[in-house]
């Protein structure tokens, strides 16, 4: 532009507050993953648990609905600590999915168009970055696992009254937590395999294989080593221990709530440490 012309003017409108400018990355994420019809199908069938789960808290307080149908009330689960820890298994479940089908293109695609200079040469911090990929998986995320769990906490409690209200609080917590506890692991987890593996399929196989082939390779040290240590590297056991502990269900032998905690809190500063050492402005190139 011609200086004598003098037609620059700086922008005077409205600033994005700093606190929500990590909100612009799965504002244009959900973009992309919503242009997949496949991907849309999935995450409607995600919510056919939550409906089922809807369905039989209805049940067990309409004897009319029961006469009906010819059900007997002993045929249905009782809303404890077992039905919200059978919900959320089998959702958690579904957000692993949700997840290999989302995650590993989130980094992945930013660093193999060298991306991250653009990001970075505007008031847009590495952790912001993150925080922003990780807000794609963990609103997703949430809209299948604690949301419609306290939903359903809540439409119990309207049906059961006051008194199971309070009594059982806990599983609301639960709830909130234990879903918590997964989407971030999954985040970072999927997230470190985005920004170490570029190409997008070979990041979902990979996050396949971190679940399934550790599973197996701890099985095989369990039976060479006449040992229970080999659980530890099997994170849907590590994971599924640490939800029995918070819905009070009988704990199975392997792995202690102890070292379950351990386990993840590792994982995660591992994924943590491997993002920050990837997530930069600019590469140095060896040849």
């Known amino acids: 532009m011609a200086v004598y012309k003098q037609s620059y003017r700086r922008y005077e409108g409205p600033l994005t507050p700093p606190w929500s400018r990590f909100l612009i990355i799965p504002r244009y994420a959900y973009q992309r993953v919503f242009d997949s019809r496949f991907l849309i199908f999935f995450f409607v069938t995600c919510f056919i648990g939550p409906a089922v ?12 609905a029961l006469e009906m149908f010819n059900i007997s009330l002993a045929k249905l689960l009782k809303v404890d ?12 479940w579904m957000g692993f999915l949700l997840t290999a089908f989302v995650g590993p293109g989130l980094i992945s695609r930013d660093l193999a168009n060298n991306a991250l200079p653009l990001y970075f040469c505007r008031p847009f911090s590495r952790a912001e970055y993150v925080i922003g990929k990780m807000s794609v998986l ?21 049906l059961e009254g006051t008194a199971w209200l309070w009594e059982n609080l806990w599983l609301a917590g639960g709830l909130f937590l234990g879903s918590w506890i997964w989407i971030v692991t999954l985040s970072l987890l999927a997230l470190a395999l985005s920004a170490w593996v570029k190409w997008r399929l070979a990041a979902g196989a990979l996050l396949f294989g971190v679940f399934f082939a550790a599973a197996g390779f701890g099985q095989a040290i369990n039976e060479i080593l006449d040992t229970k240590s ?21 704990l199975k032998d392997g792995v202690s709530p102890f070292s379950a905690w351990e386990v993840v809190i590792t994982l995660s500063a591992v994924c943590l440490l491997l993002l920050a050492k990837k ?7 060896r040849s």
């Open 138 to 158: 963990a609103i997703l995320l949430s809209l299948i696992t604690w949301i419609p769990g306290l939903l359903l906490f809540a439409f119990n409690a309207s």
């Open 81 to 92: 600590g077992r039905f919200f820890f059978e919900f959320i298994s089998a959702q958690g």
């Open 279 to 285: 997530v930069r402005a600019y590469q140095v190139e």
């Open 230 to 250: 080999g659980d530890l590297i099997n994170l849907s056991k590590v994971i599924q221990t640490i939800w029995r502990g918070l819905f009070r269900q009988p």
């Open 53 to 64: 789960c809807a369905v039989i808290i209805y049940l067990r307080h309409n004897s009319g």
